[in-house]
């Protein structure tokens, strides 16, 4: 019996090792069969970036090819010496043709990365702005406070901010790398978050930031945001004084050579009856000013000065130009209508004037034909009225 205990214990011992073992080999096989899917992950996802970036490349050299192009035609033909300048087109279309090519051959893998990590969505290509027209869950909304933008042009983001402050309430920190920023007046396109805590451009692919003073005209600009760091600094009373001191002139100059109709066309209804009270001259008295800048700052919302400082993308600037030049067409005929109407009313008056001392007398003698004989007359006319009524 004793020998059996001990031969059933050992069996068991051993059954129980192997269960264990079993277990912990399962474990080590799904560990590892995560951690491959981690990597596959990892891996799509840096060849995505790279691919990504690829497109960007080849797209900002096209652009870059197309504009040198354009520059070569604005200077023809060139001149030297009594001959002309040749140019060899072939050369620019096979390397247009290389660069299409590319892109149809990249255009195969994906083109947009969207990813959420902790508190940070990250955006990269222009195809993922597209995740803003998405249903997010309130929770996932709601955690987002950094949006980083990468490989996606300025103006296109800038189309995307309304939307952006409406999906994530949250969101206080803006992050650029290769989105094209290349002027001061582009960071205004910002005001449209209406909330924002921290800024950050990075060098790359954003050459506005190679300007030293980008830093003090964002603060001035996005003043009413308090920004609390830029690209990582903490931003300081003295920085605030040095942004005021260096773009007040600026906005002032702005503000003071815009039309007023289009000062109202920036500013909603309260601002507008602000305006209009300014205008008046009933602000005029000393500190007036003073208590605006106040007011706007305890309102939250931006100057009347600032407001004038804002910015128009490309494709917007286009519709303008376009719109007024379909007004300008439009008054053109308009205008040319009116004066051949008011040509052809004029000969027709100067014809009148010639014709008229003849036709007066034709009525006046017309008339006292008619009247002549009074009982004719009458006959005539108590015809006329018969007629009338039938």
């Not at 009594?82 to 140019?87: D, H, I, Q």
């Amino acid at each position: 019996i004793r020998k059996m205990k001990n031969l059933f214990s050992i069996f068991f011992i051993q059954e129980e090792e192997r269960r264990m073992a079993s277990i912990a080999a399962r474990k080590e096989e799904e560990r590892k069969r995560e951690s491959h899917k981690q990597n596959l992950l990892k891996e799509k996802k840096r060849l995505t970036i790279c691919n990504i970036a690829r497109q960007w490349e080849i797209q900002q050299n096209q652009i870059a090819l197309e504009a040198s192009l354009n520059k070569d035609k604005e200077n023809e033909p060139c001149q030297i010496n009594g001959s002309a300048a040749y140019v060899f087109p072939e050369e620019s279309r096979s390397l247009d043709t290389i660069l299409s090519s590319a892109v149809q051959g990249l255009s195969v893998l994906e083109s947009h990365l969207v990813e959420v990590e902790g508190d940070t969505l990250g955006l990269y290509g222009a195809g993922a702005l597209e995740c803003l027209d998405r249903n997010w869950s309130v929770q996932t909304a709601g955690i987002i406070v950094t949006v980083s933008f990468m490989f996606i042009e300025f103006d296109e983001i800038v189309q995307v901010l309304a939307k952006l402050k409406t999906k994530f309430p949250n969101c206080v920190h803006l992050k650029f790398k290769e989105t094209n920023l290349v002027a001061l007046q582009q960071f205004s396109a910002l005001v449209e978050m209406h909330r924002m805590e921290q800024l950050t451009v990075d060098p790359q692919g954003n050459p506005v930031v190679n300007f030293t003073l980008w830093k003090y005209y964002v603060l001035f600009r996005l003043n009413h945001f308090n920004l609390q760091k830029i690209n990582g600094v903490k931003v300081t009373e003295n920085d605030i004084v040095k942004a005021e001191r260096l773009f007040g002139i600026l906005a002032y100059v702005a503000s003071s050579e815009l039309p007023h109709y289009r000062m109202f066309s920036l500013f909603g209804e309260s601002r507008r009856k602000q305006f209009h009270y300014l205008l008046e001259g009933k602000g005029k008295k000393s500190g007036t000013g003073n208590e605006e800048s106040s007011d706007t700052r305890r309102s939250g919302g931006e100057s009347t000065a600032r407001a004038t400082l804002n910015y128009m993308t490309k494709d917007f600037h286009m519709e303008k130009l376009e719109e007024i030049k379909e007004r300008k067409a439009f008054c053109q005929t308009y205008v040319e209508n009116l004066v051949k109407e008011a040509a052809d009313i004029n000969t027709k008056n100067e014809s009148l004037q010639k014709l008229w001392p003849q036709m007066f007398i034709e009525f006046v003698r017309d008339a006292v034909i008619e009247i002549r004989n009074k009982n004719s007359y009458m006959k005539l006319c108590l015809q006329r009225i018969t007629e009338q009524k039938q």
